[in-house]
């Protein structure tokens, strides 16, 4: 079982940036891939970027170059930091985890970015 807690929503303006934090409490972060996701006003849950246990990376075309994925295995903590805020960014931001072998899947409770024009 693992709980994941996001953290760094907040209201910016277009162009600035912001870090987000998701703490993964429970065993095992290392076998775990780790997943951002952005969910807009009306729209469906989109996979932003995806880290593996090994820190290899994917990132969806609308935020490359932009947003950067990492994780601290140790620190049980997986982080997003976008650059370049635009108005299509705001919304709610999910972590989101998957275990390697098992496929078990664990979502936080989201945290919501704002960006003012």
């Known amino acids: 079982q693992v709980e994941l807690v996001e953290s760094g929503g907040g209201l910016v303006q277009v162009g600035g940036s912001l870090r987000l934090s998701c703490v993964a409490y429970?065993?095992?972060?290392?076998?775990?891939?780790m997943d951002w996701y952005h969910q807009a006003p009306g729209n469906q849950r989109e996979l932003v970027a995806v880290i593996s246990p090994g820190s290899s990376t994917n990132y969806a075309d609308s935020v490359k170059g932009r947003f950067t994925i990492s994780r601290d295995n140790l620190g049980n903590t997986v982080y997003l930091q976008m650059n370049s805020l635009k108005p299509e960014d705001a919304g709610d931001y999910y972590c989101h985890a998957r275990h390697l072998m098992t496929g078990s899947e664990y979502w936080g409770e989201g945290t919501q970015v704002t960006v003012s024009s």
């Open positions: 429970g065993s095992n972060f290392a076998s775990y891939i």
